[in-house]
């Protein structure tokens, strides 16, 4: 069993950064693919970037290439998604998450999920 925990969301004006942080409870670097995803208000979860066990190989959804970076540090079991340039429409509740497989990741399916953190980004 995976825990995660979200950590870093809050309030921003729009142009501004957070750093979101998925803390897992126990050591994830030799399995698991991890991702992040995010649900506006009124709308479906939608996928967001996706990095592998190793760190090497990332991925990004168009709407947030060249803002969002994803990193991973294996030694604190944890992974980031640090956000730039951030616009209201990045408004959402932002999950990670954590999955065997990096094709039914992207396709947003996780083995394990956090519970979420909110962002906010005003105008």
């Known amino acids: 069993q995976v825990q995660l925990v979200e950590s870093g969301g809050g309030l921003v004006q729009a142009g501004g950064s957070l750093r979101l942080g998925c803390a897992a409870s126990?050591?994830?670097?030799?399995?698991?693919?991890m991702g992040w995803f995010r649900q506006a208000p009124g709308k479906g979860r939608e996928f967001v970037a996706v990095i592998s066990w190793s760190g090497q190989n990332t991925d990004y959804a168009d709407s947030v290439k060249g803002r969002f970076t994803v990193s991973r540090d294996n030694a604190k079991n944890t992974a980031y998604l640090q956000m730039t340039s951030l616009t209201p429409e990045d408004t959402a509740v932002y999950y990670c998450?954590?999955?065997?497989?990096?094709?039914?990741?992207?396709?947003?399916?996780?083995?394990?999920w956090g519970q979420g953190t909110r962002v906010t980004v005003s105008s």
């Open positions: 998450a954590a999955g065997l497989s990096w094709a039914t990741m992207r396709r947003g399916t996780a083995d394990y």
């Open positions: 126990v050591r994830t670097n030799s399995y698991y693919v």
